[in-house]
């Protein structure tokens, strides 16, 4: 295959074609359904379960455990971006843990697909919470991906990005 533009003659490498058609199965078999080998997929989903529980508990002990320790973890919230483990256990102890007294982390439709020794999952969610301060309920809802690497033989969370919900109304989302 080539393409041609006056006297220009350009060839695709066979490696673009390659990435470019496992991009598009990619998308084409991302939404809702899990890709991957069954036992990374279970191991990935009970991953989750111990990271809502880390969220609804504010708890650091598993933090440590869902989170990868390496350099480059990172995580972009609507509040800030955090870098490192250390930044990600203050997020959770200083958000999570004080501003809430109630936590319920509930994912949604989450979908898993693993490519060798990494996974990425994407979500929505729903946060059912209780601010501290007056008691006052509080519930949010968003949209997630996170990026997962398998590490000594155990899947770790090393990103995460979330964000509220896709608005549709006239001039938003810019």
């Given at each position: 295959?080539a393409?041609q533009?006056?006297k220009?003659?350009?060839?695709?490498?066979?490696?673009?074609i390659?990435?470019?058609?496992l991009?598009?199965?990619?998308?084409?078999?991302?939404?809702?359904?899990?890709t991957g080998k069954?036992?990374?997929?279970?191991q990935?989903?009970?991953?989750?379960?111990?990271?809502?529980?880390s969220i609804d508990?504010?708890?650091?002990?598993?933090?440590?455990?869902?989170?990868?320790?390496?350099?480059d973890?990172?995580?972009?919230?609507p509040?800030?971006?955090?870098r490192?483990?250390l930044?990600?256990?203050?997020f959770?102890?200083?958000?999570?843990?004080?501003?809430?007294?109630?936590?319920?982390?509930?994912?949604?439709?989450?979908?898993?697909?693993?490519?060798?020794?990494?996974?990425?999952?994407?979500?929505?969610?729903?946060?059912?919470a209780?601010?501290?301060?007056g008691e006052?309920?509080?519930v949010?809802?968003?949209?997630e991906?996170?990026?997962?690497?398998?590490e000594?033989g155990a899947?770790?969370?090393?990103a995460?990005?979330?964000s509220?919900l896709?608005?549709?109304?006239?001039?938003?989302?810019f």
């Amino acid at each position: 295959m080539a393409f041609q533009h006056a006297k220009c003659r350009v060839r695709p490498k066979k490696q673009t074609i390659v990435a470019i058609s496992l991009l598009s199965l990619a998308f084409a078999t991302a939404v809702g359904e899990n890709t991957g080998k069954p036992a990374d997929i279970k191991q990935i989903q009970q991953l989750q379960k111990r990271y809502v529980a880390s969220i609804d508990g504010a708890d650091l002990a598993l933090v440590d455990q869902v989170w990868s320790h390496s350099p480059d973890v990172i995580f972009v919230e609507p509040l800030g971006t955090e870098r490192g483990l250390l930044q990600v256990e203050g997020f959770v102890r200083n958000t999570f843990g004080k501003m809430f007294s109630k936590r319920n982390l509930q994912l949604e439709n989450p979908s898993i697909h693993v490519y060798g020794d990494t996974a990425w999952s994407e979500m929505t969610w729903t946060f059912d919470a209780t601010l501290r301060d007056g008691e006052k309920p509080l519930v949010t809802k968003g949209r997630e991906t996170r990026v997962l690497r398998k590490e000594n033989g155990a899947w770790h969370i090393i990103a995460i990005h979330y964000s509220g919900l896709p608005v549709n109304g006239k001039l938003q989302g810019f």
